[in-house]
C-alpha cells in the first residue's frame, strides 16, 4: 500500500510535464488565430471603409471641386489618411496638393504629415509634423477674423489660435450656441452669421480670414475633415460671398 501511494507524486509530475507542451502548443495556437483574426478583420474594416468613403479619393475630390492634383497620389482616400499614416515608417513624409481656379476663385487643398524617430540610448524621441488646410480666395478686403468651436471638447488640445481678439455673436441663434467668431471689428460676426449655418452642427470647425482668403484648418486628430473639402469648400464660398457683398456695400 504504501510503494502505491509512494509513487503517486511521481506519477503526477510526469502527467504534468506531458501536459504542459500542451497547454504551450494551445495557447500558441489561440494566440496565433487571435492575431489573424485582428488582421483580417482589419482588411474588412478597412476595405468597407472606402467603399463607404469613395466619394474622398483624391482625384473624385479634385474634379468634384474643380481642381487638380499637383501633388500626391490621387487614388488616395482623403477621409483616411490618419489610418494610412499609421502604415508608414519612420521619416516617411505624406503630401497632397489640389489647386484650381474654380469659379474665378483660387482653391487650394493642402496637406503634410512627417513622423521622425530620434533613436537615444534608453528611449526614443518622436517628432510629429502635420499640416492640413482648405483655403479659398475672397473678391474684397475684410477685417482679420477666426471663426472656432466655443466648447471643442475633446479638440480643445489641438486648437491653435491665430487672433487674439474677443468672440462676438452672429444673430443666429444655431451658429451662436456652438461657435464663436472673433476679431476686433464685431460686425464681421453679422455678415459671417448665415454662412456659418452649415457648420454649426460640425464636430470641429477652425476658420481663419485673413489677406483675401479664407482657411479652414484641420488637425492631427481632425484629417477626416479633408474627405469632406467640397463641402467645407462650399462653406468658405458662402462665407466669401458673404463678405464681398459686405464689402460692395461698404
Not at 100 to 128: E, L, Q
Request: one cysteine or more; a neutral charge.
Amino acid at each position: 500500500m504504501w510503494s502505491v501511494c509512494a509513487g503517486l507524486p511521481s506519477a503526477f509530475e510526469e502527467s504534468y510535464a506531458r501536459l504542459v507542451p500542451v497547454q504551450t502548443i494551445v495557447m500558441l495556437l489561440v494566440v496565433g488565430a487571435l492575431v489573424v483574426f485582428s488582421i483580417v478583420w482589419n482588411k474588412v474594416r478597412l476595405a468597407r471603409a472606402k467603399e463607404a468613403f469613395a466619394d474622398a479619393v483624391a482625384g473624385a475630390l479634385a474634379e468634384k471641386m474643380g481642381l487638380e492634383v499637383i501633388k500626391g497620389d490621387p487614388f488616395a482616400n482623403l477621409m483616411l489618411v490618419a489610418h494610412e499614416n499609421a502604415q508608414k515608417g519612420d521619416n516617411e513624409a505624406s503630401e497632397m496638393l489640389l489647386e484650381g481656379t474654380p469659379g474665378g476663385r483660387f482653391t487650394r487643398v493642402a496637406y503634410y504629415h512627417r513622423r521622425k524617430v530620434d533613436a537615444h540610448f534608453a528611449s526614443s524621441t518622436i517628432t510629429t509634423w502635420v499640416g492640413a488646410e482648405i483655403s479659398v480666395q475672397v473678391h474684397a478686403s475684410f477685417p482679420e477674423f477666426e471663426v472656432v468651436l466655443k466648447n471643442p471638447k475633446g479638440y480643445a488640445g489641438e486648437l491653435k489660435p491665430k487672433l487674439a481678439a474677443p468672440p462676438h455673436v452672429t444673430g443666429h441663434r444655431s451658429v451662436d450656441a456652438r461657435i464663436g467668431v472673433k476679431s476686433l471689428h464685431p460686425e464681421v460676426a453679422r455678415v459671417l452669421g448665415p454662412a456659418l449655418e452649415p457648420a454649426a452642427g460640425w464636430g470641429w470647425v477652425h476658420i481663419h480670414g485673413e489677406a483675401e482668403k479664407l482657411t479652414f484648418h484641420a488637425t492631427k486628430r481632425t484629417l477626416g475633415y479633408l474627405g469632406i473639402a467640397d463641402q467645407i469648400q462650399q462653406l468658405l464660398i458662402g462665407m466669401a460671398v458673404a463678405l464681398e457683398k459686405a464689402g460692395g456695400q461698404a
